[in-house]
């Protein structure tokens, strides 16, 4: 079974500072997706940024980008020059391209509260 | 803006009395996703649907039914609401990629349910 591991329940920020969430995954699959979404206090969920595993290059979005490791099935997002909106629940997902019971499953992390000050 | 829409974003309900929540969407997504989240966790999916084919996952109790008369609408049903359902409920799309995955889930705000 696939489970997607975020070891950080916590972590702070100052603003303009750069901050590093960790994530990692069990998977038996080669191709399959991993994304980053962000859900703040009370608010909708957004994607932040996705990743194809078969795409070697780390996907980017303005502040945002990630060092995937496929090898170490590994999935982390930088955060730079962090702004106080970045504040929220940060869950790191996968799913798989497999079809058959696999198919559309979204498997969350525990999720990573990031905190900015000021 | 194409978007997922969710009604109402708040709901109260007694135990015991059968609720709907509505989910609808403008991206003409043919796949819909409903999920339960309780209080900083992770979302948990219930069901969802590829058209009109309905999915139900293993551990998703009986009380929970779902109906998609088209496209871009899809309801939630709780027929019989009990404490321990007390949760925000997200509705999600995304587009399928060939039948073997679909591509990224697009969330609604969520409907925050309180049973009394």
């Known amino acids: 079974a696939q489970t997607v591991t975020q070891s950080q329940p916590e972590m702070s920020v100052q603003e303009a500072e750069t901050v590093t969430l960790s994530c990692t995954y069990d998977?038996?699959?080669?191709?399959?997706?991993l994304f980053w979404y962000k859900q703040p206090p009370s608010r909708q969920m957004i994607l932040v940024i996705r990743?194809?595993?078969?795409?070697?290059q780390n996907a980017t979005e303005n502040r945002f980008s990630v060092n995937f490791q496929k090898a170490a099935k590994s999935f982390s997002l930088k955060i730079s020059d962090s702004q106080l909106g970045d504040a929220a629940m940060y869950f790191c997902?996968?799913?798989?391209?497999?079809?058959?019971?696999?198919?559309?499953?979204?498997?969350f992390g525990q999720g990573t509260i990031l905190t900015v000050h000021p | 803006d194409a978007m997922v829409i969710q009604n109402p974003r708040y709901q109260v309900t007694q135990f015991g009395k059968p609720v709907t929540l509505s989910c609808s969407q403008t991206?003409?997504?043919?796949?819909m996703y409903w999920y339960q989240q309780k209080s900083s966790q992770a979302p948990k999916l219930l069901f969802h649907?590829?058209?009109?084919?309905?999915?139900n996952e293993a551990d998703t109790p009986d009380n929970f039914q779902s109906r998609r008369p088209n496209t871009s609408f899809c309801f939630l049903d709780i027929r019989s609401p009990g404490l321990g359902d007390a949760a925000m409920y997200l509705c999600?799309?995304?587009?399928?990629?060939?039948?073997?995955?679909?591509?990224?889930?697009?969330f609604g705000p969520g409907t925050r349910l309180t049973v009394l």
């Open positions: 999600a799309t995304s587009r399928d990629l060939g039948g073997y995955s679909t591509d990224t889930q697009y």
């Open positions: 998977t038996s699959e080669s191709d399959y997706y």
């Open positions: 990743q194809e595993a078969y795409k070697q």
């Open positions: 997902a996968y799913t798989p391209h497999a079809g058959g019971t696999s198919y559309g499953k979204l498997t």
């Open positions: 991206l003409n997504h043919n796949v």
């Open positions: 649907y590829y058209d009109k084919d309905f999915n």
